[in-house]
């Protein structure tokens, strides 16, 4: 399979691509069972949405991408997903998307990885969360300083929880 989490091309024998991103659900699920509305900014081929929308105790997904054919993509891959209201596909920038989203209990941001795009998809969407709920992300690592730099710049003295694959999560206030 040709994949950019399942099988990457640049790390095609790392099971940890996938693995990391299931613990991050699970230990957000475990925290709080009701965290059923979800945001996934930069959804690109679905792959993460995919892991997301197998858990049954994700309500909602929305999944936020500017790219028409990665918004085309999306809308076939989900079209059973869509038509029974659990996933909806917004073809905009994050930040537009930001000023109409209701309350969500996760936001996943995986969109533009530069310093800039994650320090302002986290100002847009850190207030947009339920009290406990949990903002979270992808590439908390060494090739993407940015993504390390806007996250311990926001998140204070908030512990901040990095697995295998490089997402990242912190849980806001209760």
């Not at 965290?35 to 995919?50: D, F, P």
């Not at 994700?58 to 990665?70: G, N, R, S």
């Not at 905009?92 to 209701?102: G, I, R, V, Y």
Request: charged fraction near 25%.
């Amino acid at each position: 399979m040709d994949s950019l989490r399942f099988c990457p091309r640049w790390q095609p024998d790392d099971p940890y691509q996938v693995i990391g991103l299931l613990r991050l659900v699970n230990d957000i699920l475990t925290a709080n069972p009701a965290a059923c509305r979800w945001l996934e900014i930069g959804s690109y081929a679905g792959e993460s949405a995919t892991l997301f929308l197998g858990f049954p105790q994700i309500k909602t997904l929305d999944c936020v991408d500017q790219w028409q054919a990665a918004a085309d993509r999306l809308r076939a891959r989900f079209r059973a997903e869509i038509a029974a209201g659990r996933c909806r596909v917004h073809q905009m920038s994050s930040l537009e998307f930001s000023k109409q989203a209701d309350e969500l209990d996760v936001v996943y941001i995986d969109g533009d990885h530069s310093y800039e795009a994650v320090r302002a998809d986290i100002a847009a969407y850190s207030g947009k969360l339920s009290p406990g709920g949990f903002l979270s992300g992808h590439d908390y690592h060494a090739g993407y300083r940015g993504v390390i730099r806007a996250v311990d710049e926001w998140r204070e003295n908030r512990p901040v929880t990095v697995y295998e694959d490089g997402s990242w999560c912190v849980r806001m206030a209760v």
